[in-house]
Nanobody, 125 residues
């Protein structure tokens, strides 16, 4: 089992920045990729970014946030980060950290076995 705990959400104004963190614990060796998803009220959960925690493949960032969000990972701390800049009201959502097994990347929800509880991000205009 793998446990994921997100932190760093909050309320900011348009143009502001936030840095989300996701601390992983448990059977870390069983996971290959860690990802960020988000879900706005009334909308489906969507993939934001993903990366291989042992490298070897290119990270993925959704086109809607590619020029504003940066995903990174600190292997020594088993922590995934999402640096979010130039935030917009449409970025308002619950942000979830997730992890999947295997060496191949994917943003498919059902391929991510482990999920955190989420951290709320609210961007006001």
């Amino acid at each position: 089992q793998v446990q994921l705990v997100e932190s760093g959400g909050g309320s900011v104004q348009t143009g502001g920045s936030l840095r989300l963190s996701c601390k992983a614990s448990g059977d870390i060796d069983s996971i290959g990729w860690m990802s960020w998803f988000r879900q706005a009220p009334g909308k489906e959960r969507e993939g934001v970014a993903s990366l291989p925690i042992r490298g070897g493949r290119e990270p993925y960032t959704a086109s809607s946030v590619k020029d504003r969000f940066i995903v990174s990972h600190d292997s020594a701390k088993n922590t995934l980060f999402l640096e979010m800049n130039s935030l917009k009201p449409e970025d308002t959502a619950m942000y979830y950290c997730a992890a999947k097994r295997g060496r191949d990347g994917s943003m498919a929800l059902n391929e991510h076995r482990y999920w955190g509880q989420g951290t709320q991000v609210t961007v006001s205009s």
